[in-house]
């Protein structure tokens, strides 16, 4: 059986690759290649595709030392439901026109899997689908991943998919695409603890790979939808996250890798304080980076050195708001306290003010202006940048149900409406050029950590 996998455009208002590869897909590959299926990929998203090469950007479009950088984009006309929101809307991908004629160079596949993210980046998924009809009309074209969970009602009405596809883990996940085409000579075993290594070979040349060591979340954060994504939480082995690694490194020639995982500190002991320590041990060289937020409860004095003898040089961290009582309402991951503690362990390691980040919530119901602010310059004056996280409503979270009131326009109608960008017009107590004015104010305060001492920031 020949498959394609198909990482779809985002249409949003803003985007920017923050180590963002296609992790899902990738394990996916590695998981459909030993059933032996012939598996072609494409990124729509890939900076580096050579299918990008006579639409190169401007010098601000080029990669960051970690290998992060902006998308290449093209301005598309705002989606009706959009309209009142005063901003460009664009498509950030390699153009449709040359995917399209990459695709016609491929195989006709009997399967077509395009995966999916964000709730509100649907269109991209949509218009990934029609590509498809037109390019393969014989191919069977199933989604699949956070949209396809969460608002699976939504896609099944409107995607014009032949199936989505969704389960407790990926070889159940793949058994329904093996069962959709009709061929289930070759089921795939596991479940949820199985380690699926990411086919990196179809990222080869990426110099930082995405990295999963653990599945799902203890924590139950009220405006989190991890557990409805992955219900259990599950660590993989030490033997298997090491040798991949070494392979990232050794074989991949990668220089940087990025954690996944949603709770990668959680029983750190006899997780990822053993891997790192056997790393150190043998010399790695690769250097870290934790765009999703880790619990700072875990963080020791103990735990903040061997990070950075490890190599992490990007760290960020989730303080949320500073609420006491709406700390412990949304789940009580973090009181204030323990984040203060825990930064000062980080600064005494080594770690500078630039490559610390800390995660404030903005538009979330019951939040207030003065509330936000106030987190703002805490976090400063502990020594991190402010990293401003825009809620978004997200279905099946507590949340969600429980403040659609407190909107100004009811999310639930379109996962248009779920768009983190639309915090500032869609919350009642922080409008819209209050928001304005702390972004300046919070560029002003982070520009004054990264002048800041670095406090014996020191590298391996």
């Known amino acids: 059986m020949k498959v394609l996998l198909f990482n779809p455009w985002i249409h949003d208002f803003a985007a920017f690759d923050h180590w963002t590869r296609p992790l899902n897909l990738l394990r996916l590959a590695s998981l459909l290649l030993k059933c032996g299926c012939e598996v072609d990929f494409y990124d729509c998203l890939n900076r580096r595709s050579p299918d990008l090469d006579e639409f190169r950007s401007p010098p601000k479009h080029r990669l960051n030392p970690w290998g992060c950088g902006h998308y290449y984009r093209e301005s598309i006309p705002l989606p009706e439901i959009l309209e009142f929101v005063p901003r460009q809307y664009k498509r950030y991908g390699i153009p449709t026109e040359r995917v399209k004629q990459s695709l016609q160079q491929l195989d006709q596949p009997d399967v077509v899997v395009i995966s999916t993210m964000m709730t509100y980046w ?114 993989y082995g030490h033997d298997d996250i090491i040798n991949s690694i070494e392979r990232m490194e050794n074989e991949f020639g990668a220089t940087d890798a990025a954690f996944y995982d949603d709770a990668l500190l959680i029983k750190k002991e006899t997780h990822l304080m053993p ?94 202006i003065e509330a936000v602010w106030e987190a703002c310059q805490l976090v400063v004056e502990q020594g991190s940048e402010v990293k401003l996280a825009m809620y978004s409503p997200i279905p099946g979270t507590p949340a969600y149900e429980k403040s659609l009131d407190e909107f100004i326009f009811d999310p639930s109608s379109d996962p248009l409406l779920h768009n983190s960008s639309l915090a500032p017009w869609r919350s009642k107590t922080i409008p819209y050029e209050r928001y304005q004015e702390m972004k300046k104010q919070v560029a002003s305060l982070n520009q004054n950590v990264r002048k800041s001492p670095s406090e014996g920031a020191k590298t391996r």
């Open 275 to 368: 891997v790192m320590e056997t790393l150190i041990q043998r010399g790695s060289k690769i250097r870290f980076h934790t765009p999703n937020a880790m619990h700072v409860r875990q963080i020791n004095r103990e735990t903040a050195h061997l990070m950075k003898r490890a190599g992490f040089v990007t760290l960020r961290l989730g303080l949320e708001m500073v609420e006491k009582g709406l700390q412990k309402e949304t789940g009580g991951k973090v009181y204030t306290e323990e984040y203060i503690q825990a930064v000062r362990y980080l600064r005494e390691a080594g770690f500078s003010g630039r490559e610390i980040g800390t995660y404030i919530l903005y538009g979330m119901p019951g939040q207030t």
């Open 122 to 235: 649907y269109p991209g998924v949509f218009e990934a689908v029609e590509m498809m009809r037109q390019v393969f009309p014989q191919a069977k074209v199933i989604i699949g991943g956070i949209y396809a969970v969460l608002c699976k009602e939504h896609a099944e009405q409107y995607s014009g998919a032949d199936a989505i596809v969704s389960g407790p883990h990926w070889p159940s996940i793949v058994n329904q695409i093996l069962d959709i085409a009709g061929d289930s000579s070759s089921p795939c075993e596991g479940d949820q603890s199985t380690w699926i290594e990411p086919c990196y070979d179809y990222i080869k040349g990426d110099p930082c790979l995405p990295l999963l060591t653990s599945i799902g979340c203890p924590c139950h954060c009220v405006y989190c939808a991890t557990h409805k994504l992955w219900p259990q939480c599950v660590q």
